[in-house]
């Protein structure tokens, strides 16, 4: 089955810097690609998701990239503030059979002011 | 939050003892997911169902079982509840019109004594 392997698990960054979290998959098939927040307490939030035809997306302060040659795909977020502060989890599917999600392990980010 | 309740929110009980858990949604949505989060390991699919009385396994099924008699309803069972099951499970909906965008419930605390 698919494996999402998740980097950092931990990030420090300045208000204002930028924070990018890196994911490889191992399933070629695989062609959806989302990420999640996820505040303490809460349930996992969408905030970005890319498929498999594109390389790139852009929504704001975040971005996503794809690179299906070497399976992998990367959280940009620009200009970070304290409210980035989150949980996030990069995940892997093939839209087919269910949609079932494979999650990465997780990057706790801390936005320091 | 794409109108998904979990319930109960917290529950503590006993190893042994048998355990319902609900989710409900109000959109119709034909695709419903039971996931339990633990740390380092993300978000692990248990199982999964794709309409009324139709349910497959995930990769973490063993030792749960889940119903869905309406398509608001998806309840997942723990038959013999032990303290590996102690986790936080989340519910998720795929929504409609959509081929793999997956909306997360808030979330069911359940701790195994």
């Known amino acids: 089955g698919e494996n999402v392997e998740q980097h950092p698990s931990t990030l420090s960054v300045q208000e204002g810097d930028s924070a990018v979290i890196k994911c490889t998959y191992s399933d070629s098939a695989s062609n959806y690609f989302p990420w999640y927040k996820q505040e303490l307490g809460k349930g996992p939030q969408l905030i970005i998701d890319?498929?498999?035809?594109?390389g790139e997306k852009k929504d704001q302060r975040i971005a996503v990239t794809l690179n299906k040659t070497a399976k992998h795909f990367s959280l940009h977020i620009t200009e970070t503030q304290p409210e980035d502060s989150a949980v996030y989890f990069c995940a892997a599917s093939k839209s087919s059979a269910g949609n079932k999600l494979t999650f990465g392990g997780g990057t706790r980010v801390l936005v320091k002011p | 939050d794409a109108g998904i309740t979990q319930s109960p929110r917290h529950k503590v009980t006993e190893t042994g003892t048998p355990v319902t858990l609900r989710c409900h949604q109000t959109e119709n949505h034909r695709y419903m997911y039971w996931y339990r989060q633990d740390p380092g390991h993300g978000l692990r699919l248990i199982h999964y169902?794709?309409?009324?009385?139709?349910?497959d396994k995930g990769e973490v099924s063993d030792g749960y079982s889940v119903s869905r008699s309406k398509t608001e309803d998806f309840l997942l069972t723990l038959e013999s509840a032990t303290s590996s099951q102690t986790s936080v499970y989340f519910c998720a909906i795929m929504a409609s019109g959509s081929t793999d965008t997956q909306y997360f419930g808030p979330g069911t605390r359940l701790t195994v004594l």
């Open positions: 169902s794709y309409g009324v009385k139709d349910t």
């Open positions: 890319i498929r498999s035809n594109v």
